[in-house]
C-alpha cells in the first residue's frame, strides 16, 4: 500500500540552526513527491517537488530511491519558517493526480 | 495565478442537517479534490473528480457525497450531518498533463465547520 511517513509532529529548532524534515514513502513503482507548506492563517501551497530539483525559500529536498525518503532540509533555519509541512506522494500515471499526503510536521523556529 | 474559491471560511450547522460546501476553480483544472484535515491526521481525501459529472471515493467517503455539474465547480455535501464531521475542509485542483506528470494541487482557503 502507498504510504508516506512522517515521523515528528512537532519539530523545534533555534533560528540559525540547520534544519531536516523527515519524509519516508512505501511504494513499489516509482514516485513522484513534493512538499506542501501551511503559515499560519495560509492556505496549503507548494513548496517544492523532486522533479523540479529546485531550492525554494532555502528548502531543498532530494529523493532518495534506496531509503525511500525524501527530507527536506534548510541549512540556517528563519523564524518565518515556522509553519506546518506535509510530504505527499503521487504515482507516475496514477489516478490523475492523487496525493497520499503524512501527517504533518510543525516547525518551530524560535528567536 | 491559480484561484480555488471556497464559499465559507466558517460554517455552523447542527446535526442531521444536511450541508453543502462549495468550491469553485477559476483555472480550467481537470482534477478537483475534497480533503478534511484534523490535527494529528494530515489530510484525508474524501472524493475526487477527473471529469464533469465524474467522481471517484477517496479514503474517507463515508457520510459524504458529491456533486460535479460544471468543470469549474465541485460541491461537498453532507447528507446527515454529524458532530464527528466538526473539521477543517480543504478544495484542492490540478491539471493533467497527459503522459507527463502529475501537476502540483492548488488549495482553496478552506472551510471550517462546526456541527453543534
Known amino acids: 500500500a502507498q504510504r508516506v511517513t512522517q515521523p515528528e509532529k512537532l519539530l523545534s529548532v533555534f533560528k540559525g540552526a540547520p534544519v531536516e524534515l523527515k519524509c519516508n514513502y512505501s511504494?513499489?513503482?516509482?514516485?513522484?513527491l513534493f512538499w506542501y507548506v501551511q503559515y499560519s492563517r495560509q492556505r496549503l501551497q507548494l513548496l517544492l517537488r523532486h522533479i523540479s530539483r529546485e531550492s525554494i525559500k532555502g528548502f531543498t529536498a532530494d529523493l532518495n530511491k534506496g531509503e525511500t525518503s525524501f527530507h527536506l532540509k534548510k541549512p540556517f533555519a528563519q523564524e518565518e519558517d515556522s509553519a506546518m509541512y506535509y510530504c505527499?506522494?503521487?504515482?507516475?500515471?496514477?489516478?490523475?493526480?492523487?496525493?497520499?499526503f503524512g501527517k504533518g510536521t510543525k516547525l518551530s523556529v524560535k528567536p | 495565478d491559480v484561484k480555488v474559491t471556497q464559499s465559507s471560511r466558517y460554517l455552523v450547522k447542527r446535526t442531521g442537517e444536511k450541508v453543502f460546501l462549495e468550491c469553485v476553480q477559476d483555472?480550467?483544472?481537470?482534477?478537483m479534490f475534497w480533503y478534511r484535515q484534523d490535527p494529528g491526521l494530515g489530510l484525508r481525501l474524501i472524493y475526487f473528480s477527473y471529469d464533469v459529472k465524474m467522481k471517484e471515493k477517496g479514503d474517507i467517503p463515508e457520510g459524504y457525497s458529491v456533486s460535479r455539474e460544471k468543470k469549474e465547480r465541485f460541491s461537498l455535501i453532507l447528507e446527515s450531518a454529524s458532530t464527528s464531521q466538526t473539521s477543517m475542509y480543504l478544495c484542492?485542483?490540478?491539471?493533467?498533463?497527459?503522459?507527463?506528470?502529475?501537476?502540483?494541487?492548488?488549495f482553496g482557503d478552506g472551510t471550517r465547520l462546526s456541527i453543534l
Open positions: 511504494y513499489s513503482g516509482s514516485p513522484e
Open positions: 505527499a506522494l503521487t504515482t507516475y500515471g496514477g489516478s490523475q493526480g492523487n496525493l497520499i
Open positions: 484542492a485542483s490540478s491539471s493533467w498533463d497527459r503522459g507527463y506528470s502529475n501537476q502540483p494541487q492548488h
Open positions: 483555472m480550467d483544472h481537470e482534477n
